[in-house]
């Protein structure tokens, strides 16, 4: 998900930073829009370098760059991309454009240009917050649907005492959450999850692998991360970035994935295991690239079985596993599930064109070990992912109100 964070001239803008730090370790993409006043604080490099975005500071281009169509349309393009905008520092000024449909930089363009949804932390002199135009603009953003996330009272850089304060940057950025519709109901766990395939080696340039992209995994990973938790992800070989505030283990092998799946589990309070670990490796390991020279014949052994060894050494850890399977799904996933001693195995039909492997797309069936069966038609792996995190966050409920019992 993308946020658009604008940055108005205040004192305080030089708070903004670290919101956009906030919001990448949740795996929001931040692009900074700058108001000419907030260039005079803050310079746009410091966001350019922290966002890796650019950052927007006028409608018709910058400095030296001849102004053009892209640079001329770009408020609607910015409009059309972003998921919500955020406005953090919001000065008086600022928010009277709003208000009043003001449109003559490119914050206040955007925000006309937009239909996400709004979020303005206002901060200034506790007169110009007390007085009645400011309140009525305020009152006005509010009745059409803008969040505004109150300032603090306290000592202000004027002098003078009382609101006016911008609020806590984990208040903005926990409305701007709100507005993504991510809640944060998984704040205070730690979450393990392993994604994408193996490579079991059979010389050094040949290897046995399989089909996983490992997008259901950095899906959950990122997923995850947006609801509150710290993630740590062990991933195989991809082609996928992996969300900037995880913990990333690179691994190639099974062995290597065990080793650092077990390494950091008691670290964990969910363990999630959507890699598609190869179920045999070679035997022996040829020391030089093996020639051909007709019909060979390959010796295999069984990998660890990580999942297995994770349930039988976890303490207080939530387990979910993966299933993909070909014919009779449902009973394989829920044998699996029970031989296994999961928690929740999620079962999949791999054999489905356009979903499951190496697709943005997955059908699935969540199976808990208490029975139940949640249904999740063909959507997204993201969507996915959610109903799964969904799950996770439903058992811990309900283990919660049975020690309390």
């Not at 009525?136 to 009745?143: F, V």
């Amino acid at each position: 998900m993308k946020v658009a964070l604008g940055v108005c001239g205040g004192i305080a803008a030089y708070k903004a930073a670290e919101i956009v730090r906030l919001l990448q370790d949740r795996g929001v993409r931040v692009q900074v829009v700058m108001t000419r006043a907030a260039q005079e604080f803050v310079r746009p490099l410091t966001f350019a370098a922290l966002s890796g975005e650019k950052v927007i500071t006028g409608l018709f281009g910058a400095g030296a760059e001849e102004p053009n169509i892209d640079s001329a349309v770009e408020h609607i393009a910015v409009a059309q991309s972003i998921d919500a905008l955020l406005v953090a520092p919001a000065t008086a000024d600022t928010l009277a454009k709003f208000a009043n449909g003001l449109a003559d930089d490119f914050l206040s363009t955007l925000f006309l240009a937009t239909t996400a949804p709004v979020v303005v932390a206002p901060a200034m002199n506790v007169n110009m917050w007390a007085h009645e135009a400011t309140q009525a603009n305020i009152a006005k953003l509010k009745q059409r649907g803008v969040r505004v996330v109150e300032p603090g009272a306290g000592y202000l850089a004027c002098g003078m005492t009382g609101p006016g304060r911008l609020a806590s940057n984990e208040a903005i950025v926990s409305a701007a959450l709100e507005a993504l519709g991510a809640t944060q109901d998984l704040a205070g766990e730690t979450v393990l999850i392993t994604a994408g395939p193996t490579r079991e080696f059979v010389d050094p340039v040949r290897y046995i692998s399989n089909r996983s992209s490992g997008k259901m995994g950095y899906a959950l990973a990122e997923g995850a991360l947006r609801r509150g938790a710290q993630v740590i992800l062990v991933t195989g070989p991809v082609a996928l970035k992996a969300p900037g505030a995880a913990e990333v283990i690179q691994v190639e092998t099974a062995d290597q994935m065990r080793d650092a799946v077990m390494a950091n589990l008691k670290r964990a309070t969910i363990a999630i295991k959507t890699a598609a670990v190869a179920d045999y490796k070679a035997k022996q390991v040829a020391g030089e690239k093996i020639k051909r020279a007709g019909p060979m014949t390959l010796a295999l052994e069984a990998t660890a079985d990580i999942l297995a060894e994770i349930a039988s050494v976890r303490e207080n850890q939530v387990l979910v596993g993966f299933a993909a399977e070909t014919q009779d799904v449902l009973a394989n996933a829920r044998g699996k599930l029970e031989r296994k001693q999961l928690d929740i195995i999620v079962a999949n039909d791999v054999s489905k064109p356009a979903i499951g492997f190496d697709s943005d797309r997955n059908a699935v069936t969540i199976l808990t070990r208490d029975g139940g069966a949640i249904e999740v038609p063909e959507t997204t792996k993201w969507e996915v992912a959610h109903r799964v995190l969904d799950a996770v966050v439903a058992l811990k409920q309900r283990k919660a109100a049975t020690i309390r019992s």
